[in-house]
């Protein structure tokens, strides 16, 4: 097969990390060709997607006493060619979000791909879909308590009835900007006005689950089965689990409220698209849907002696032979 990757500039990638590279490298083992590419790349030509792609081998990290030992001058680029991304058999979208108006148009180009020819991970009208904190709204047996609202009188009665609860912005990250706040906190009205852009931006308050303590579950889904997972700990006095901001990985099981979750998500993912997403479960309770670019697959594999890129390029293999 011939692969393309939409990501971000290579050379800032951290190989012993990053999710895409994961994939990138099980591709070029199980002998599929691997180019590379970046969205600003995109282009449109009479009704068509093409883009700058260049050629690129990698030396892949090896596990060595339980960490990644990266190589030095870990990857090489071959040669680059001006190219329809239909010549490729899939396109994998892994541009790290927040989701802009350059990435949407992005997708808008990308959604000129024949699905006859090439498969898109995940599908352009998806990622435009599935915002990663709303998604999960239209799943409410499996959700926390939820509120989404820039109003401030909704969110503090909300407050006021759950006692403690999670602000998020709906374009964030990693845990940038997220707001653990209590009944009573002196601060509420700036909070509030600081989190809506005063009233003109909605967030997400979510009822705060206690078992937070006990870890951010990441679990990887796989055309609408979970396939691994890892749990993130909040360390020190954070109250957030993500490893962008110092959460601590261990191994976790999947467990049957993991599948229960992945089965009540999987029919509307397939509908959407969306093959390749990473949820967050707390206390069995699904708090996010990553879709733009889920990350955990270096962790799930060192922790536990797996490859799941390459179980993702397998499954690929059987879907475009059809």
């Given at each position: 097969?011939?692969l393309a990757?939409i990501?971000d500039?290579?050379?800032?990638l951290?190989p012993?990390?990053?999710?895409?590279?994961?994939?990138?490298?099980?591709?070029?083992?199980?002998?599929h060709e691997?180019?590379?590419?970046?969205a600003h790349?995109?282009t449109a030509?009479?009704g068509?997607?093409?883009?700058?792609?260049?050629?690129?081998?990698?030396k892949p990290?090896e596990?060595?006493?339980g960490?990644?030992?990266i190589?030095e001058?870990?990857?090489q680029?071959?040669?680059?060619?001006f190219?329809?991304l239909?010549?490729?058999?899939?396109?994998?979208?892994?541009?790290?979000?927040?989701?802009?108006?350059?990435?949407?148009?992005?997708?808008?180009?990308?959604?000129l791909?024949d699905?006859?020819k090439?498969?898109v991970?995940?599908?352009p009208?998806?990622?435009?879909t599935?915002?990663?904190?709303?998604?999960?709204?239209?799943f409410?047996?499996?959700?926390?308590h939820t509120?989404?609202?820039?109003?401030?009188?909704?969110i503090?009665?909300?407050?006021?009835?759950?006692?403690?609860?999670?602000?998020?912005p709906l374009?964030?990250?990693?845990?940038?900007g997220?707001l653990?706040?209590?009944?009573?906190?002196?601060n509420?009205?700036?909070?509030?006005?600081i989190s809506?852009r005063?009233g003109?931006?909605p967030?997400m308050?979510?009822?705060?689950?206690?078992?937070?303590?006990?870890?951010?579950?990441r679990?990887i889904?796989?055309?609408?089965?979970?396939?691994?997972?890892?749990?993130r700990?909040p360390?020190?006095?954070e109250?957030?689990?993500?490893m962008?901001?110092g959460?601590?990985?261990?191994?976790v099981?999947?467990?049957?409220?993991?599948?229960?979750?992945?089965?009540?998500?999987?029919?509307?993912?397939k509908v959407?698209?969306?093959y390749?997403?990473g949820?967050?479960?707390?206390?069995?309770y699904?708090t996010?849907?990553?879709?733009?670019?889920?990350?955990?697959?270096?962790?799930?594999?060192r922790l536990?002696n797996?490859?799941?890129?390459?179980?993702v390029?397998?499954?690929l293999?059987k879907?475009v032979?059809?």
């Open positions: 097969m011939k990757f990501v500039p290579i050379d800032k951290d012993g990390h990053d999710t895409s590279v994961a994939i990138m490298e099980a591709a070029q083992i199980l002998g691997v180019w590379i590419t970046e790349q995109l030509i009479d068509k997607a093409w883009a700058n792609l260049l050629s690129v081998r990698l990290v596990l060595v006493e960490r990644w030992q190589i001058n870990w990857y680029i071959d040669h680059g060619v190219a329809p239909e010549e490729m058999d899939a396109v994998f979208m892994r541009t790290d979000p927040p989701v802009t108006i350059p990435y949407l148009y992005a997708t808008y180009i990308l959604d791909i699905p006859t090439t498969l991970i995940n599908s009208r998806g990622l435009r599935a915002n990663e904190k709303m998604y999960a709204l239209q409410p047996s499996v959700i926390p509120l989404v609202s820039q109003d401030k009188s909704v503090r009665k909300f407050v006021e009835e759950k006692q403690a609860v999670i602000l998020k374009g964030g990250k990693a845990g940038e997220i653990f706040l209590q009944v009573g906190d002196r509420f009205n700036s909070l509030i006005e809506t005063w003109q931006e967030v308050v979510q009822e705060f689950l206690p078992a937070a303590k006990e870890g951010d579950k679990v889904v796989l055309d609408g089965e979970s396939i691994g997972a890892v749990n700990i360390t020190g006095n109250f957030r689990g993500n962008a901001v959460g601590r990985v261990a191994p099981e999947i467990t049957d409220r993991d599948r229960e979750i992945c089965a009540v998500l999987a029919p509307q993912l959407d698209g969306l390749f997403v949820i967050d479960v707390i206390g069995g699904l996010e849907v990553n879709v733009t670019s889920p990350t955990g697959i270096r962790e799930i594999d536990n797996v490859s799941l890129g390459k179980e390029i397998q499954w293999q879907f032979s059809g």
